[in-house]
């Protein structure tokens, strides 16, 4: 649309905005195997009991579906279940999806969140913005929810992120290994 000049008329193009939001990204979910965990390579053979397989079949077609009408104002989801059930590679193909259709997408274990908003706010490190972009990101997808050493800060920090979420309307994903007890 604009020539490849970044602009249309005085404000920033589509592309560059899309660009954008892929490097930070890139930035934030630094080390995650984004490319290595998709809808196609998700395997259901994986699941020898029948009624496992039949239970992970409806997940794997709601996450699907999901991220196939995935938008800002899209409902927020929480997966649970015991380890090694697929968890960690659906939230990450839903991240791949997202920054498929140019959405602003952060991905991170809830342990790597929780020590970068640390870092941030008690030794300055960073410029600032993490907790910002956590809450302002188009979707956040925070993965492993409960394995996090339990302070005052990381439960105020997971409240506030996900209150302001939800009162923004804005889509989070989260997984965890805790039942809903």
């Known amino acids: 649309l604009c020539g490849d000049t970044g602009y ?3 404000k920033l193009c589509g592309c560059v905005l899309t660009k954008a939001k892929q490097l930070s990204f890139e930035q934030l979910s630094v080390g995650m195997p984004i490319n290595e965990c998709t809808f196609e390579n ?4 994986y699941y020898q009991n029948p009624a496992d397989k ?3 079949k409806k997940v794997f077609d709601f996450a699907k579906s999901y991220a196939e009408d995935l938008n800002p104002a899209s ?3 929480l997966f649970f279940g015991g380890t090694g059930l697929g968890k960690t590679h659906l939230s990450l193909a839903i991240a791949a999806a997202a920054l498929g259709k140019g959405l602003g997408a952060i991905y991170s ?3 790597n969140l929780l020590h970068k908003l640390e870092k941030e706010h008690f030794k300055g490190n960073g410029d600032g913005h993490f907790l910002e972009d956590v809450l302002e990101c188009d979707v956040l997808i925070i993965d492993d929810l409960g394995t996090e050493f339990a302070t005052s800060f990381t439960q ?3 409240y506030n ?6 009162l923004a309307g804005k889509p989070t994903v989260i997984s965890t290994n805790l039942n809903m007890e």
């Open 156 to 158: 105020a920090s997971i």
């Open 8 to 10: 249309l008329g005085t």
């Open 54 to 56: 039949a239970v992970m």
């Open 161 to 166: 992120i996900i209150n302001t979420r939800l």
């Open 42 to 45: 998700f395997s259901l053979d």
């Open 109 to 111: 274990p809830a342990q």
């Open 75 to 77: 409902q927020s989801v």
